[in-house]
């Protein structure tokens, strides 16, 4: 039998138990791994797992219990009140779309089960089924993988080795066999039986609000995040860099507690953001730390040395060291929880699929934004052409993408106007590999369908949730300092908000992200409130691959990829060998393939 995974101490973990008999092994079994229980009515096991007091509150009123966990303000005399209203699970949907935070919903309604993540992925609902048919819910993979005795599915593993975004709906899917990730925007329901079905409770809203009146909106929704978690708080952290992080942390600074501001610096001399962080900190009257480049540590060191703590491989494994020397310094300065400009970037920079969109209302518009993407990314005309006039449905463009998986790696300046990014396999992908992962795909294209019918709603709701699962390895990696990580982008209401409004006038290739600039005035200094520049971490990754090649030689002697069939091991290290580290489509690629290889050391073989 293989060892219980033993998630991160101090993150909070779950399963959901069907009000079923015949589940009582399984909960016997993993009886011994938590602290945690809360029961159905009927006295049998419903949530179990390792969570803290402070993040769950548990109402009841007859045959009916209610929970949340996670970052909310509800209290459990409210959940009582509002048990008693409920005789099914589709009656809590107005709860859930109104109620301000980040938090799973589970409910049991005279023994149905309703099990429900945020909109997005940072905190997730997988599924899988006994050998019975009876359904379970979890928050992680692995120990749901554990329970229910599944093993590693090489062709899932496969699909993470691509350079690129995976497209949804399998962009998420576990890496385990027979597992299954509730869908984006759906609730799952388990019947006393334990028979399963996904019911929709969310929908992107309509892009119809005016600039002003949207950032009157995405400015409330944010000083209501912010202030919800800092409520509690005797003190707080917040990274100051970019305009993301600058608007949060001058929220917080708002807020009448001690904040400390934290900012890396970079060793990129045209990386502005630690002359901007200086300025905003001392405008805002607050304590700003930096840390130098020399002292963090780059990209690919330590590879591997920690304990697994994320059920998924993560592209932050290539830089957990640096996240560990942050997270280190900001708690021995005492902070209780960090903020950060987490998904500013996926909600506020815009996609410029968006321009198909109004290209029809608006094309001069259009047009002119079109003109100035296609200019900065040096986009083809023959190549963007194309695909402002492909019509494909969302399948049949799966269709296409599962066959152009194994083409050589996309052109650095393919236009980003279609359904999702570009993705290739490296090419010491073994040919087994490939297939495995398009037949993955393949089939997915059969009856999939996009998360909003416009290819830019599509493209930045695929983008948030595949980055909101970055961000829950982050607050793993956190809570092993004892700090609870804090992301206000990721809220629903902060999401609701910032998409609701027209996106002509939220996405400019002339201005940069006008929304929060808008939504920030009076708040963030006058002197950052404009800042038209962003920094990217491509000199720490290319130092880091110069300074970690012979570690990952090492690394790579027996991988464990090569042992599933799924790396060529002589291709890869003859590659690694001689490509220049600056190289930016060896950059792309080693990431994804490096990654995959921790994680599978963490949870599935030891060479």
Not at 2 to 7: E, K, V
Not at 118 to 137: D, I, N, S
Not at 481 to 494: G, K, Q
Request: aromatic share 8%; charged share 20%.
């Amino acid at each position: 039998m293989r060892a219980f995974p033993q998630p991160t101490s101090g993150d909070s973990w779950f399963v959901v138990f069907p009000d079923h008999p015949d589940v009582t092994d399984l909960w016997e079994r993993l009886r011994p791994h938590i602290s945690c229980v809360q029961h159905h009515a009927s006295g049998r096991p419903w949530i179990v797992g390792e969570w803290a007091e402070k993040e769950m509150s548990v109402g009841a009123a007859g045959d009916t219990r209610l929970a949340v966990l996670g970052e909310h303000r509800v209290s459990p005399g409210r959940l009582a009140r509002l048990a008693r209203r409920v005789s099914a699970p589709g009656d809590l949907d107005a709860f859930a779309r109104s109620e301000p935070g980040s938090f799973h919903l589970v409910a049991s309604v005279d023994g149905l089960v309703r099990v429900q993540s945020p909109v997005l992925r940072l905190r997730r609902v997988v599924r899988g089924a006994t050998p019975a048919g009876q359904v379970l819910a979890a928050s992680r993979a692995d120990v749901l993988a554990w329970l229910l005795d599944r093993d590693v599915d090489p062709a899932r593993v496969a699909l993470r080795l691509l350079d690129g975004g995976i497209p949804y709906p399998i962009d998420a899917l576990p890496l385990f066999t027979g597992l299954e990730i509730v869908a984006l925007g759906h609730y799952l329901v388990i019947s006393p039986a334990g028979a399963a079905r996904e019911v929709r409770w969310w929908w992107p809203p309509e892009p119809s609000r005016p600039l002003r009146e949207g950032a009157l909106l995405l400015r409330d929704a944010l000083v209501e995040a912010v202030h919800l978690r800092a409520a509690h708080l005797s003190n707080a952290s917040c990274d100051l860099g970019g305009v993301d992080s600058t608007a949060v942390c001058s929220l917080l600074a708002g807020e009448r507690l001690p904040v400390r501001a934290w900012t890396v610096a970079s060793p990129d001399p045209f990386d502005e953001d630690l002359s901007y962080a200086g300025k905003t900190s001392a405008a805002l009257g607050i304590e700003h730390e930096v840390i130098g480049a020399g002292e963090m540590p780059v990209v690919y060191d330590g590879l591997g040395d920690g304990a697994p703590v994320v059920d998924e491989p993560s592209l932050l494994m290539i830089e957990e060291s640096r996240c560990h020397a942050l997270f280190a310094a900001v708690a021995s300065r005492g902070s209780q929880a960090h903020f950060g400009g987490y998904g500013g970037d996926e909600l506020l920079h815009g996609e410029p699929a968006w321009f198909r969109h109004y290209l029809r209302t608006n094309p001069g518009l259009a047009i002119r934004n079109i003109r100035g993407s296609r200019a900065n990314g040096r986009w083809p005309w023959r190549a963007t052409l194309r695909q402002l006039l492909d019509r494909r449905p969302y399948g049949q463009w799966l269709r296409g993408f599962a066959h152009a998986l194994d083409q050589g790696p996309a052109d650095e300046h393919e236009p980003v106007l279609d359904w999702s990014y570009p993705a290739r396999f490296a090419p010491w992908t073994t040919a087994e590999a490939v297939q495995a992962a398009r037949d993955l795909v393949l089939r997915a294209a059969a009856d999939a369908e996009p998360l909003a019918p416009s290819h830019g709603m599509h493209r930045e709701l695929a983008m948030m949730a595949s980055c909101s699962r970055l961000l829950s390895h982050q607050h793993a990696l956190a809570a092993r300092h004892d700090l609870t990580l804090h992301a206000v982008f990721y809220d629903m209401r902060v999401i609701e908000a910032g998409l609701s409004v027209r996106p002509q006038e939220r996405i400019s290739r002339w201005q940069y992200k006008p929304l929060l600039a808008e939504a920030m005035r009076g708040t963030v200094p006058e002197v950052s409130l404009h800042r038209a520049t962003k920094a990217e971490g491509s000199a720490v990754e290319y130092q880091g691959i110069w300074r970690n090649r012979q570690a990952l030689l090492d690394y790579f002697n027996r991988p464990v990829l090569a042992e599933l069939g799924l790396l060529d091991r002589n291709r890869f290290r003859d590659l690694l060998e001689r490509t220049p580290p600056t190289d930016p489509v060896f950059a792309t690629q080693l990431g994804p393939t490096v990654a995959a290889e921790v994680w599978l050391r963490q949870h599935h073989h030891s060479p």
